[in-house]
């Protein structure tokens, strides 16, 4: 598995949904107890997310880590 591409997958579906949901970044790292550097870092790719800060990412947009990950890895 090519973790990098998992790691941008995963950001941009993070910048996805925030901006869906009309959270600035700064708002969304406020609420999820992260940085904002470090949230910038996940949604470009560059940074491994750690369970637990999916988890508290996931609690603040309001969607299950289940349908978090429903979207095509293959692409």
Same mark, same amino acid.
């Given at each position: $598995?090519?973790?990098? /591409? *998992? @790691?941008?997958?995963?950001? =941009?579906?993070?910048?996805?949904?925030?901006?869906?949901?009309? *959270? %600035?970044?700064? /708002? &969304?790292? @406020? +609420?999820?107890?992260? !940085?904002?550097?470090? *949230? !910038? =870092?996940? =949604?470009?790719? $560059?940074? +491994?997310?750690?369970? !637990? %800060? &999916?988890? /508290?990412?996931? =609690? %603040? &947009?309001?969607? !299950? $880590?289940?349908?978090?990950? #429903?979207? #095509? *890895?293959?692409?």
């Amino acid at each position: $598995m090519n973790f990098k /591409k *998992l @790691y941008k997958q995963i950001g =941009e579906r993070i910048r996805t949904l925030r901006e869906m949901r009309g *959270l %600035t970044m700064e /708002k &969304l790292a @406020y +609420e999820s107890g992260i !940085s904002k550097g470090g *949230l !910038s =870092e996940i =949604e470009r790719g $560059m940074k +491994e997310p750690r369970i !637990s %800060t &999916l988890v /508290k990412i996931c =609690e %603040t &947009l309001e969607i !299950s $880590m289940k349908d978090f990950f #429903d979207f #095509d *890895l293959a692409t």
